[in-house]
């Protein structure tokens, strides 16, 4: 056992980290052990992960020496970012680039970054097909930690970047679950038109690192990206009228009402709707449920999530 290397889990009691965590804990025989890091050891889910059989140390992103504390001796690193903490473009970036520093100075050996697509790749800035936002994005969660791809491969990191998907528990937890309209039916909204989103339970995301870091070599300096299942709102709809036993319907609304919805990150969220609708050719290839499945072959479809969350799920 005392073979086993260590993968430091940034995030750990989060939804990404926490399934990378329990992949680990539930595969004793896999040579590897966990190093959960958190900002707070005593919570209850920090707790929890300890009882589990993870060590559990402090870290903060904020702070790139408690980062190289953590991630020394580690053999691998999931790293990860917050935006929906702080709606920060800046603070995403220099998060992301303690990381990559940490696991630079800590010398380790397989590092994991958690992105997404820069958007202004596709659609550069001057496009008016959608608002920039903050002066420098397309999509600001999307387009910093696109941009934050650079300090990992800068540096000469042996880095996996690893292109995630749409969380369908945001059904659950982001209020995007089915609400009724004013015709009193059950309809879920995303400027989709009928285009296809491609979409992952949070937790396959960690099963899928797993499978990385088990890969090893074969990852390092390539970018994976992954989902679960890829429909359209009105199939997403259809699976989910039939798993709740209620019609849902899906409202297609322009991406310009979305932004203009009153919750924060809205303008941020109808822009990342409009770009997956305008490129899903290129947003639906790069992350193709077939390479989710290679890494962790007990990858949930829609309809399999939905058999075990449904009952999550607000109404
Ligand atoms: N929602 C989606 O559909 C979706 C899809 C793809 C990608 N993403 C991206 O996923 C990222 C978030 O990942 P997630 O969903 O796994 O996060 P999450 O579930 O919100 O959990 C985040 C965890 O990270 C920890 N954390 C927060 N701030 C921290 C800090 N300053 N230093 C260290 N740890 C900190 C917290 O743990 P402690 O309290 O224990 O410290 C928390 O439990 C976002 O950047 C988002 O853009 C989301």
């Known amino acids: 056992m005392s073979q086993d290397r260590i993968i430091a889990v940034v995030g750990a009691t989060g939804a990404q980290g926490s399934g990378l965590v329990r992949a680990i804990l539930g595969d004793p025989a896999g040579g590897f052990k966990v190093r959960a890091l958190?900002?707070?050891v005593n919570s209850d889910k920090a707790r929890e992960l300890a009882k589990m059989g993870a060590e559990v140390v402090a870290a903060n992103v904020d702070d790139q020496e408690s980062l190289t504390k953590a991630?020394?001796?580690a053999y691998g690193a999931f790293c990860?970012?917050?935006?929906w903490a702080h709606f920060s473009p800046d603070k995403e970036k220099a998060n992301a680039k303690a990381m990559a520093q940490a696991a630079k100075e800590a010398g380790v050996r397989h590092v994991i970054w958690s992105t997404l697509e820069d958007t202004r790749k596709f659609m550069?800035?001057?496009?008016n097909r959608m608002p920039t936002l903050m002066d420098h994005y397309k999509v600001p969660h999307?387009?910093?930690k696109g941009e934050a791809?650079?300090?990992f491969t800068d540096l000469d990191l042996p880095v996996t970047i690893l292109n995630t998907s749409f969380y369908w528990d945001n059904f659950i937890y982001a209020g995007m679950g089915p609400q009724k309209g004013p015709d009193g039916k059950l309809a879920i909204t995303m400027p989709m038109g009928d285009k296809k989103l491609p979409g992952i339970s949070a937790d396959d995301i960690g099963k899928c690192a797993y499978g990385i870091f088990k890969g090893g070599d074969k990852y390092i300096g390539k970018t994976i990206g992954i989902s679960g299942e890829q429909l359209t709102g009105a199939q997403m709809a259809e699976e989910l009228s039939k798993a709740?036993?209620?019609e849902v319907v899906y409202n297609d609304i322009p991406p310009e009402v979305y932004r203009s919805f009153d919750f924060p990150g809205a303008?941020?969220?109808g822009n990342m709707f409009q770009f997956k609708r305008d490129f899903e050719q290129q947003f639906t290839a790069a992350r193709k449920p077939e390479t989710a499945r290679a890494l962790n072959p007990s990858l949930k479809s829609f309809r399999t999530w939905l058999a075990e969350n449904k009952d999550k799920i607000p109404l």
Do not use: H, I, M, Q
């Open 71 to 73: 991630f020394n001796g």
């Open 267 to 269: 303008e941020d969220v």
């Open 38 to 40: 958190t900002r707070d």
């Open 142 to 144: 999307f387009d910093a």
């Open 149 to 151: 791809n650079a300090y």
């Open 80 to 83: 990860v970012t917050f935006f």
């Open 244 to 246: 709740l036993g209620k």
């Open 124 to 127: 550069p800035l001057s496009d």
